[in-house]
Every structure is written in C-alpha cells, then in structure tokens.
C-alpha cells in the first residue's frame, strides 16, 4: 500500500509493478490534478524513468537541458557547465512541468497495474500492524490491508505525522519563494537553465516544454528572497498553490540584473504566479517502523537546490523494490532500505540548507558583493569545481557516468 500519489508514489508503483509485487496508491485528493510548476530530472532519475519505457513521454513533456549558467545577481558570468549527455552522462536532464510528469506516471499506473491502482478520495488517518500484515484506516470509514505501507504523501505527510507525532510543522528557511511559467522567447542555446544570485536572493529559470509560437518555450522562473531567518515560524501555510501578490513580486525583481533575457518582463507576463514559504524538516532517527516506511518527501523534504526533490524519491523507489525481492521478510526489507537511503538524504538535506551546489554563487557574492570584471579575480575554477562536484558526489548526480551504454 503506497500513500500519495505524486512524484514518488507514483513512481514506486511502476517500479514495484516492474519487480512483480502487487500495489495500490491511495490519494488523500479526490482526483489527480497536475499542479504545479516546473522541476529538473537529473541524469541518474532519467536513467530509472528510461529503464520502464518512458523516456520518449518524458522527452514529449519536456525540455533537454544542455547548459547551466550560474551569475552574480548583478549579471556577470560565474560558471557555465554541460548538462546531460553533453557533460558525459548515458542519459540527458530533463526539465518539465511538475503536473505533466505526475500525469505522465499516472496514466502509466492506470496502463500498467489497472484503473483501480490508484484510489483517490481516501485520506490516512491511521494503522495497525500485526505478525500477518499492516491495515490501514482512512477518513471515509474504509480500510484497507497489506503486507507493506509506503508513505508517499509529502512534507505533510500522515504517515509521518503518525510515526512522530511530537514532531511539529516544518521549519522554514527564511526564505520566500515565488514562482511561475510563462511562454517565453527562447534564449542561449534554447536548452539553457540560469541561475542568478546567492541565498539571501535568488532567481532561478529554465524552459521546461516548447511554446504554441515559434522561437518560444515555457519557461519556468523561481525567485527566492530571504525576509526571515532560518528556523522562524513560517509566515505562511506551506500550500505552494496559494496565489502570489504581484505586488511583492515587483518589490524584488529590481535587485537583479540579467544579460540573457528580461527578467522582468518575463514575470510581470506570468499569468497566476504562486508563493510559499521554503522549508523542509530536519532529518529523522529511522523512518521503518515493522512493515511501515517512508519515502520522497515524507522521509526528507529538502530545500529546492540541485534539482533533487524528484530524483531521490525515484532512487528511494528503487532501492525500496530492490530490498523487498531480496528479503523474504518485509520489515528486514525495509529495514535494509533505510540503511541505505536514509544517511545519504539527511546529508543532501544538510547540504541544502547551507546552498547545495549553488553555494558556488553564494562564495562569489561573499567575496565581490558588488560584482566583478574578472572571475579568476575572484575565485579559481578549482574552488569553484570542489563546490559543485562535493555535492553532486553526495546526492548521487554522478551515478549515470558509471553506464554510457543506456538511454
């Protein structure tokens, strides 16, 4: 029984599916909607996406990207590096719009295990383990029983809230982010992802699908400005759904300079922008209670940096499948899972708070607040690579090198 059907709900059902272990997702909404804005799969997730048959849906939904720019908020070039198979990876990153990889992954379900794997309208409330199995009690009256419960079902998660129930909401960065997509003129190589700023204000932007013009995409932006600091209150419920005031947007757009495109322009056209106050939650002591476990954001929601979000709840989904064939008992399974992924999320989650691999932005701003003319000026390519590729070892970015025969 897997709780929650985003990303990594989803996900795990394909995966268990390809192992031979029967599933259902039960979702607390009444319908599956494809909300959101966009969001990165890096090389290794692509890999596991590929590996059941997706990968020419993904490539329909979305974007390759070929080139990360990182810049001063103030416009000057930091560091451009490859993406995907142009930096040597067997498979490419993709940027697409949240909503339309969840749809991708629950009409795979409903292709691959049946129209009745994912159950919407049933909200946890609760479960009871015995020697036989798990039941699982939800708000309607209904239950339902397995020999094993996944929660999948985000930063509020239930299931968690259930297995930790002193916990408390989740602890805010500080930080405020904006974001929405918007069709746009394509710019650099039409592939191309920028990230402007440090951690004290930030703007993110990529394209994530091809526009309905010519020469244009949809384009995700994400502006992030810090108004608190970390560990306050958030000043709002987590809800990354909530309307934006497009009035606090304009309060901040001026404090970057972009060369690439308008920045400004680009938001102010953005239709339905949204707002939400950035958090995760600090990193648990276990996450397996009996047949019970934890997965994607309901184990570790992390800080939106390095585009990790989605790609550990997928590497969480194969691990989990893997360790449940290679245990005939279901709580060793899990057990061993979480020997596994547990220490490498709460290390990425720690990473995250301090900038993941944009802290190469943050050391350039700390030493040149005012920008600079010369980047050897400032910092060696030598830090700036020991920054971005010490993260990427952590998160797993690198696995994808280790097969160029794939994708």
């Keep these: 029984m897997i709780v929650g059907a985003g990303i990594g709900g989803l996900f795990t059902a394909l995966r268990l599916h390809a192992e031979g272990i029967g599933c259902a997702v039960y979702e607390r909404g ?4 494809e909300l959101g804005v966009g969001i990165n799969a890096l090389p290794f997730a692509v890999r596991e996406l590929a590996a059941l048959g997706l990968l020419d849906r ?3 939904a979305g974007v390759r990207t070929g080139e990360l720019i990182y810049t001063h908020r103030l416009g000057q070039e930091i560091m451009r590096r490859h993406c995907g198979r142009a930096a040597g990876f067997a498979h490419p990153q993709i940027s697409v719009h949240r909503g339309r990889l969840q749809g991708l992954l629950y009409r795979a379900v409903v292709e691959r295990l049946g129209a009745d794997a994912v159950r919407t309208g049933h909200r946890l409330t609760g479960f009871e383990q015995d020697a036989g199995g798990v039941t699982a009690w939800f708000a309607d009256g209904s239950h339902a029983r397995g020999d094993v419960l996944v929660g999948a079902d985000g930063i509020h998660s239930a299931t968690r809230s259930i297995l930790f129930p002193d916990e408390g909401p989740p602890r805010w960065s500080g930080t405020m982010t904006w974001r929405g997509a918007t069709e746009w003129p394509a710019f650099g190589t039409g592939r191309t992802m920028v ?20 020469g244009t995409r949809l384009t995700n932006w994400a502006m992030g400005v810090m108004i608190g600091r970390p560990g306050d209150p958030p000043p709002d419920e987590q809800d990354w759904t909530r309307p934006a005031d497009p009035a606090d947007l304009a309060a901040h757009v001026g404090r970057f300079t972009c060369r690439l495109f308008d920045h400004a322009a680009m938001i102010e056209s953005t239709r339905d922008p949204f707002v939400f106050p950035m958090c995760d939650r600090d990193p648990l002591p276990y996450w397996t209670r009996g047949r019970v476990t934890l997965l994607g954001d309901a184990a570790h929601p992390m800080y939106p940096m390095g585009s990790n979000g989605a790609g550990q709840a997928i590497l969480d989904a194969v691990d989990l499948s893997t360790r449940l064939t290679e245990h005939a008992d279901p709580a060793e399974a899990l057990l061993a899972y979480q020997r596994d992924r547990l220490p490498a999320t709460a290390e990425i ?5 301090l900038g993941g691999p944009e802290q190469v932005i943050e050391e350039v701003e700390r030493r040149a607040p005012d920008g600079f003319d010369r980047i050897e000026d400032v910092i060696t390519p030598a830090e700036m690579e020991a920054i971005v590729a010490g993260y990427t070892r952590v998160s797993g970015g690198h696995r994808d090198r280790a097969d160029r025969s794939g994708g």
Excluded at 195 to 214: D, E, F, M, R
Excluded at 349 to 353: C, E, K
């Design 58 to 60: 993904l490539d329909e």
């Design 30 to 33: 009444e319908r599956i909607r």
């Design 349 to 353: 989650v720690l990473r995250n708070r």
């Design 195 to 214: 990230i402007l700023g440090g951690n004290s204000v930030k703007l993110v932007v990529y394209p994530i699908a091809a526009g309905t013009a010519p």
